[in-house]
């Protein structure tokens, strides 16, 4: 008989807010093509909802800062034909203004062999545009900025300048669209390479951390909204600088990767922010890094992690490993006819599968088949057959079982159900097909049939 498991039953991603260190697959490789793929310190990106694509511009290499202004369609990276670029750089702050109409991407500042930049662009998408009139913020590299959608503005906060470039500012900036406004909010102290992301659950600029030069790096968290600047933490991430951080829309939460410890290493840990609290996501080696940028990519839902000290462009991946049906019940083999337990499961890549009898691995040969597939078969099965089965599952993420399938057996011959094959049986068996009962079925075909009764002949000659 062939038999698949029939129990509706489903086992979920296993995680949410608030828990303790999630389990999650992590960042994987994204296979890309095209040349921005090296390694570039302090890029910028941003998500074009209108093209669906993701936009790059600057960074720094050990060869200078690669020019042009680049788009990333989920497959290839392709230079955009601009007319004007700016200057390239590394370290500026670039943020997007999402909305057909209203689609804005605005640059400021950042760093150029040695020279800060003060300089305003906006990109429409196809060009860039230089505000030569506007006079910006005075932290000129290794600000943040981010579009508040609630307040309909960009917000610039903090920064480096001055002769040494470690003079920071506190600062917090508006653009308007055509200018620069200096905004009375106090809030976090001085600081530059922080971070900064938009929530737009939550409706508030999200900040962490960042270099107070003198006192280290720190370790805050504040919002900003149109009250102005909250602290909403200090606990959670270690003092960091240098890190990426952004909005995960399919999540809903902020989430931060990386940055530069105190102790100068870099850090790979992964934590994520649901507007109170900080939860470490997992400390994800093997790419420590700073230096780095994330985005979301709406078009591929994904959450982007690219540049900085490791090459690469990185996906976070957040299943806990293979989802798995059913995850157990119960299943009775009648003896000799064949056995077939089936599973089914989703998971990350490419799924490779495992079946164990009573914790045992099994492997093909005699009655056994499919014993690494979804399908396990037994063929014929016998008094032995009976026992608690389960398949491990391995995925890109991590190895899970099903539940235990407990399997009782049924000897065919003993149709009286006494538990021998005694002569009784033939009795039975004959009651049995002239009842057209299924007891009467013998030779596995599924039906009662005449031929049923040489099949019993033989399975009682097999014995019980
Ligand atoms: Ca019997
Ligand atoms: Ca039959």
Redesign the pocket.
């Known amino acids: 008989m062939n038999r698949l498991l029939a129990i509706a039953a489903y086992v979920g991603i296993g995680f949410g807010a608030g828990s303790s260190t999630a389990q999650v697959c992590g960042w994987e490789a994204v296979t890309q093509t095209g040349t921005p793929g090296g390694p570039r310190l302090n890029p910028r990106v941003v998500y074009d909802s209108t093209a669906s694509v993701v936009i790059l511009f600057g960074g720094g290499t050990t060869g200078g800062y690669p020019a042009g202004t680049w788009a990333w369609n989920g497959t290839a990276w392709s230079q955009i034909p601009t007319t004007t670029d700016p200057i390239a750089r590394n370290g500026h702050a670039m943020a997007l203004r999402p909305g057909d109409a209203t689609q804005t991407i605005l640059l400021y500042g950042g760093e150029r062999f040695g020279s800060f930049l003060s300089d305003t662009w906006s990109f429409d998408g196809n060009d860039w545009t230089h505000h030569a009139s506007a006079v910006g913020p005075p932290g000129h590299r290794l600000a943040d900025m981010v579009f508040h959608e609630a307040l309909g503005v960009f917000v610039h906060f903090g920064g480096g300048a001055g002769p040494s470039g470690n003079t920071a500012f506190a600062d917090t900036y508006h653009w308007d669209g055509q200018f620069w406004n200096a905004v009375f909010a106090p809030g976090p102290s001085e600081r530059m390479s922080h971070m900064m992301a938009y929530d737009p659950i939550r409706q508030e600029a999200v900040l962490f951390g960042g270099l107070r030069p003198g006192f280290g790096n720190q370790s805050d968290t504040w919002t900003y909204d149109a009250s102005g600047w909250t602290l909403k933490s200090t606990s959670g991430p270690p003092p960091l600088r240098n890190a990426a951080m952004d909005f995960d829309h399919s999540r809903g939460t902020v989430v931060l990767h990386g940055g530069r410890l105190n102790s100068f290493a870099p850090n790979n840990q992964t934590w994520e922010w649901n507007g109170s609290t900080w939860t470490l996501v997992g400390e994800l080696n093997p790419i420590a890094r700073e230096f780095d940028d994330m985005v979301y990519d709406h078009a591929r839902g994904q959450l982007l992690l690219l540049g900085g000290t490791v090459p690469g462009l990185f996906a976070m991946n957040w299943s806990d490993g293979p989802s798995i049906t059913p995850v157990g019940g119960s299943e009775t083999a009648d003896y000799p006819c064949p056995l077939t337990l089936g599973i089914s499961a989703t998971g990350s890549g490419t799924l490779s599968y495992q079946w164990y009898k009573d914790n045992v691995a099994l492997t093909d040969g005699g009655a056994i088949t499919g014993a690494q597939t979804p399908t396990l078969t037994i063929n014929p099965t016998d008094a032995l057959t009976g026992g608690g089965y389960r398949c491990e599952i391995t995925d890109t993420c991590t190895t899970k079982s099903s539940g235990t399938i407990l399997v009782n057996t049924r000897c065919l011959a003993?149709?009286?159900g006494?538990g021998?094959?005694?002569p009784?049986?033939y009795t039975a068996w004959i009651n049995a097909f002239n009842n057209n009962d299924s007891a009467a079925e013998q030779n596995c075909d599924g039906t009662v049939t005449p031929t049923d009764f040489t099949a019993w002949i033989a399975n009682f000659n097999a014995g019980c």
């Open positions: 003993d149709v009286n006494n021998v094959a005694d009784g049986d």
